[in-house]
Structure formats: structure tokens, C-alpha cells
């Protein structure tokens, strides 16, 4: 049995909370997302002082099954609703489309460069053309 008080456990529990909060950017209200922001902090504040490994195993499970819960919400209310800029994004003129589209492109010449020198490496060999040297 394992204890989830140990660092790589500690890392799973900050990549839920994580998750969490990006995956409320997804929601199409403003409404929606800042209770899911308020949820998920007073969640995470109030049981942060808990060491049961059983107790966290099943805090875990809850988190989980409650980021399935908010990707399933969002991609369900984005078909049928339009989503509303978030407070950031009305305060900077920015839309959270725009912004992740941008993300997913490398601009970074460097990244690029790294990208092709990892294509030539891993190219595949090409098959001999004399198999008379097989036998």
C-alpha cells in the first residue's frame, strides 16, 4: 500500500487542482466559472490538512470524477450556449480562443529547429536493395 502524502502523490493532487482550473475556462458563462473557481479553492483549502491516506485516496477520486464532470459540462453548454469573455479577457481585449490557438502554434524558432532535428533522427532506415547478401 502506498501513502499519498509522498511527493509524486502531492504532484497528482496539484495537477488535479490545475486541471481544475483550466478546464473551467472552457465554460461558456462567466457565471459557471468563477463557481467553479470558488468550488475548487474552498475544496482544496478545506481539506488540505488531511493525512488518511484512505481519506485523500477518496478526496482523489472525487476530484477526478468532478474534472470529468466540468469537461463534460463544458463541451454540453459550449454546443448550445456562446461563450462570454472571462473578466481577464474583457480587461485586456484578448479572447481565450485567440490565446490557446496561439499557444498550440510553436512561434519560437528554437522549438522549431528542436522539432526537425528530432524528425532527422528518427527517420527510418531504407531497406537494402541486394538481398543476395542476406543468405
Given at each position: 500500500m502506498g501513502h499519498y502524502s509522498?511527493?509524486?502523490h502531492k504532484t497528482?493532487?496539484?495537477?488535479l487542482f490545475r486541471s481544475l482550473l483550466r478546464e473551467r475556462l472552457k465554460l461558456p458563462t462567466e457565471n459557471r466559472r468563477q463557481f467553479i473557481l470558488f468550488k475548487t479553492r474552498n475544496e482544496f483549502r478545506q481539506h488540505k490538512d488531511v493525512v488518511d491516506d484512505k481519506k485523500i485516496r477518496s478526496l482523489l477520486i472525487i476530484g477526478f470524477t468532478q474534472l470529468d464532470t466540468v469537461i463534460v459540462q463544458s463541451k454540453h453548454l459550449s454546443s448550445i450556449l456562446d461563450r462570454e469573455l472571462t473578466d481577464f479577457e474583457k480587461r485586456k481585449n484578448v479572447d481565450f480562443r485567440y490565446y490557446k490557438q496561439q499557444k498550440e502554434e510553436p512561434t519560437d524558432k528554437s522549438l522549431q529547429m528542436g522539432?526537425?532535428?528530432f524528425k532527422q533522427k528518427?527517420?527510418?532506415?531504407?531497406?537494402?536493395?541486394d538481398e543476395s547478401n542476406i543468405n
Amino acid at each position: 500500500m502506498g501513502h499519498y502524502s509522498g511527493p509524486e502523490h502531492k504532484t497528482k493532487i496539484l495537477k488535479l487542482f490545475r486541471s481544475l482550473l483550466r478546464e473551467r475556462l472552457k465554460l461558456p458563462t462567466e457565471n459557471r466559472r468563477q463557481f467553479i473557481l470558488f468550488k475548487t479553492r474552498n475544496e482544496f483549502r478545506q481539506h488540505k490538512d488531511v493525512v488518511d491516506d484512505k481519506k485523500i485516496r477518496s478526496l482523489l477520486i472525487i476530484g477526478f470524477t468532478q474534472l470529468d464532470t466540468v469537461i463534460v459540462q463544458s463541451k454540453h453548454l459550449s454546443s448550445i450556449l456562446d461563450r462570454e469573455l472571462t473578466d481577464f479577457e474583457k480587461r485586456k481585449n484578448v479572447d481565450f480562443r485567440y490565446y490557446k490557438q496561439q499557444k498550440e502554434e510553436p512561434t519560437d524558432k528554437s522549438l522549431q529547429m528542436g522539432q526537425n532535428i528530432f524528425k532527422q533522427k528518427t527517420k527510418k532506415k531504407k531497406p537494402l536493395d541486394d538481398e543476395s547478401n542476406i543468405n
